[in-house]
C-alpha cells in the first residue's frame, strides 16, 4: 500500500510560479512510476505529467510542455511539480499518482492516488 501525500498548491498570479511536492509513504518508491493529473473546475481529470523511475524520463502533455517540469528525489520518496509562466487555464486541483507497472497518460494506469491539492491562477 502506498500513501501520497501532495502539498504546494495555492494561489498564484498569471506569469507566476508554484512548486508542487508529493510525498509517498513505503519502501519501494524507487520503483513506481509517478505521475500528475489535474482537474480544471466543471472538467474531466486529465494527465500533466509522468517520470519513470530515473530523472531521464518525463513525459509531458502539450498543454505544460515547456512550462512544467517533473522531478523525483528517490532518497526522500517525492516527486515534484515546478510550475512555471502559469496561466488561468492552469486552475485545477492537481494529483500526484503513482503506478506499480509501466505507465504514461491514463489515469487507468495508476493504482494509487493523492487526495490533491488545488491551484488557483488569477488574472
Known amino acids: 500500500q502506498v500513501q501520497l501525500v501532495e502539498s504546494g498548491g495555492g494561489l498564484v498570479q498569471a506569469g507566476g510560479s508554484l512548486r508542487l511536492a508529493c510525498e509517498a509513504s513505503?519502501?519501494?518508491?524507487?520503483?513506481?512510476?509517478m505521475g500528475w493529473f489535474r482537474q480544471p473546475p466543471g472538467k474531466e481529470r486529465e494527465f500533466v505529467a509522468r517520470i519513470g523511475w530515473s530523472n531521464g524520463n518525463a513525459y509531458y502533455a502539450d498543454s505544460v510542455k515547456g512550462r512544467f517540469t517533473i522531478s523525483r528525489d528517490n532518497a526522500h520518496n517525492t516527486v515534484y511539480l515546478q510550475m512555471n509562466s502559469l496561466k488561468p487555464e492552469d486552475t485545477a486541483v492537481y494529483y500526484c499518482a503513482a503506478s506499480v507497472g509501466y505507465a504514461v497518460t491514463l489515469s487507468s494506469d495508476y493504482d494509487y492516488w493523492g487526495q490533491g491539492t488545488q491551484v488557483t491562477v488569477s488574472t
Open positions: 513505503g519502501r519501494t518508491f524507487s520503483g513506481y512510476y
